[in-house]
């Protein structure tokens, strides 16, 4: 059971370049989400979608998107990076449940430079 | 919508004794979740504990445990019997139970002396 799997785990780019950042979850989650950390802060969260076809802003969605074909599904794209989206990005994803304590799990983050 | 504070950027405590990490949080929801993590330098997000604001007994995972001031908009963590794997950066954050995601306060970095 490999939970909240992130790719790539670390990547630069130069400012104007386009990429996406992947996720997979295998727990059939509804509940998926992505947060960005900036360095000395907290996580903020960016976008998140509540099933397959759903997907909705979060505090920080100015230059990302997101789709979710899938359950499994919820790929970040970067359309034209800029040096203030250098960051550590993070997926996570929550069970079916609107209204519960269950955690949200995370993956391991993906570190992105902007030059 | 949430907020969450976290006001000591760093603690640092011997190793062996007992440590409490501050939080305050506002909220306009009537039940929420408050959350506990750890983030280590390999910058996994490690749930420590967690709390329903409807319950009124405080949480307690072990060597971890809160204090759950539900009027003073307080919840702390206290970690007991400090080990060297707990140094971390530690971070409190809030749901109010919908759709979004959790509300991160800027985080504490505990530091423990051997």
């Known amino acids: 059971n490999a939970g909240v799997t992130q790719t790539p785990k670390f990547r630069i780019l130069k400012i104007g370049q386009s990429m996406t950042l992947q996720c997979t979850q295998d727990?059939?989650?509804?509940?998926m989400y992505w947060y960005r950390q900036d360095p000395g802060m907290g996580l903020k969260l960016i976008y998140y979608?509540?099933?397959?076809?759903?997907?909705d802003k979060g505090e920080v969605p100015n230059g990302y998107n997101v789709s979710r074909s899938t359950t499994e599904d919820f790929p970040l794209r970067l359309e034209l990076a800029a040096p203030s989206q250098t960051s550590v990005y993070f997926c996570?994803?929550?069970?079916?449940?609107?209204?519960?304590?269950?955690?949200?799990?995370f993956g391991d983050g993906t570190r992105l430079s902007i030059l | 919508a949430q907020t969450v504070t976290q006001s000591q950027p760093e603690m640092s405590v011997q190793e062996a004794e007992t440590v409490t990490l501050s939080c305050t949080y506002d909220?306009?929801?009537?039940?929420?979740?408050l959350f506990w993590y750890k983030q280590p330098p390999s910058r996994q997000m490690i749930l420590v504990i967690r709390?329903?604001?409807?319950?009124?007994q405080n949480a307690t995972e072990n060597r971890f445990s809160v204090n759950f001031q539900k009027a003073a908009k307080s919840f702390s963590l206290k970690i007991s019997d400090s080990q060297l794997g707990d140094a971390a950066m530690y971070f409190c954050?809030?749901?109010?139970?919908?759709?979004?995601?959790?509300?991160f306060g800027k985080g504490t970095h505990l530091i423990i002396q051997p």
């Open positions: 979608s509540v099933g397959a076809g759903i997907t």
């Open positions: 709390q329903e604001a409807y319950k009124q």
């Open positions: 727990m059939n989650h509804n509940y």
């Open positions: 909220t306009s929801e009537s039940d929420y979740y």
């Open positions: 996570a994803s929550r069970g079916t449940k609107p209204y519960s304590n269950q955690p949200q799990h």
């Open positions: 954050a809030a749901w109010g139970g919908g759709a979004d995601g959790l509300t």
